[in-house]
């Protein structure tokens, strides 16, 4: 997990080398539901939510006046589910305030109802939680935003045989602070 954070923390770095005067940094928080849905083959599916919260850093690097990339470290507790996840945000400027978000989530599940999870199955399966995000966001002025985002889960926690599956997709609700703009 070290390994993780040192290589996304170089690659948020070394990104910003190469347009650092329109790259800003700051901090985000916010609302997060984790919705899991277990399915089991035949039998059906069981959906639970969770709401807890978020909270992270962020660079948002300006590729032109309408387009930037914001990589993001993230943090999400809800109920006995962690997620630590690095995600990498295209947006597009609609208007000087409005943006449409998009790009991947790649977290790592952790807390008791993840381990129960692993535990029961008997290690079949991964923590990683691969997600596509879409989302909006709005500056309400030169450093206060808000934004919301849905991640829809693509892999499986379950990677053993049989047919059952355990996903957890993602709402985040939050505000977050540029310092600099």
């Known amino acids: 997990m070290k390994k993780l954070m040192l290589f996304a923390a170089a690659a948020v770095f070394s990104l910003t080398n190469v347009n650092a005067q ?63 996840s690095v995600n990498a945000i295209a947006k597009y400027a609609v208007s000087d305030e409005f943006n449409v978000q998009l790009g991947p989530q790649i977290g790592f599940a952790g807390g008791d109802a993840f381990d129960a999870f692993d535990k029961s ?38 990677t053993g045989d049989g047919d059952f599956s355990w996903k957890v997709n993602t709402i985040s609700l939050g505000v977050g602070y540029k310092f600099g703009g």
């Open 121 to 158: 199955t008997d290690g079949d399966s991964t923590s990683m939680n691969l997600q596509l995000a879409a989302g909006v966001g709005y500056d309400i002025n030169e450093n206060i935003f808000v934004q919301a985002r849905y991640g829809f889960q693509l892999n499986d926690h379950f």
């Open 22 to 84: 329109e790259t800003t940094f700051g901090a985000l928080a916010g609302l997060s539901i984790q919705s899991l849905t277990v399915d089991i083959g035949g039998i059906g599916s069981v959906s639970d939510s969770e709401t807890g919260f978020h909270i992270g850093g962020f660079a948002n690097i300006g590729i032109s006046d309408q387009f930037s990339v914001q990589p993001e470290v993230t943090y999400a507790m809800a109920g006995d589910f962690s997620m630590i």
